[in-house]
Nanobody, 124 residues
Framework: QVQLVESGGGLVQAGGSLRLSCAASGRTFSNYVMGWFRQAPGKEREFVAA????????YYADSVKGRFTISRDNARNTVYLQMNNLKPEDTAVYYC?????????????????WGQGTQVTVSS
């Protein structure tokens, strides 16, 4: 089992920045591909970003490319999501997720472990 706990959400004005963190415990963190997803009210959960086991490779949804950066610190068992130039449409609950294997995927059902989520609200 892997336990994931997100933090860092909050209320920010459009154009502002937030940094989300996701602390993992349980099994060896570096054995898992990590992803960030988000879910706005009335919408399905959508992929935001993913990072491979070593942190050497990342992948982003088109909607956040150039504004968000995913990174990880395997020594601290933590994955981060730096969000810059935030827009009102970024408002959602953000979740981190972990999956075994080597490839990142964008489908939520492919991730075995999930955090409880952290709210991000961007005001216009």
């Amino acid at each position: 089992q892997v336990q994931l706990v997100e933090s860092g959400g909050g209320l920010v004005q459009a154009g502002g920045s937030l940094r989300l963190s996701c602390a993992a415990s349980g099994r060896t963190f570096s054995n898992y591909v990590m992803g960030w997803f988000r879910q706005a009210p009335g919408k399905e959960r959508e992929f935001v970003a993913a990072i491979n086991r070593s942190g050497s490779s990342t992948y982003y949804a088109d909607s956040v490319k150039g504004r968000f950066t995913i990174s990880r610190d395997n020594a601290r068992n933590t994955v981060y999501l730096q969000m810059n130039n935030l827009k009102p449409e970024d408002t959602a609950v953000y979740y981190c997720a972990a999956r075994g294997g080597f490839a990142w995927v964008v489908t939520p059902s492919e991730y075995a472990y999930w955090g409880q989520g952290t709210q991000v609200t961007v005001s216009s």
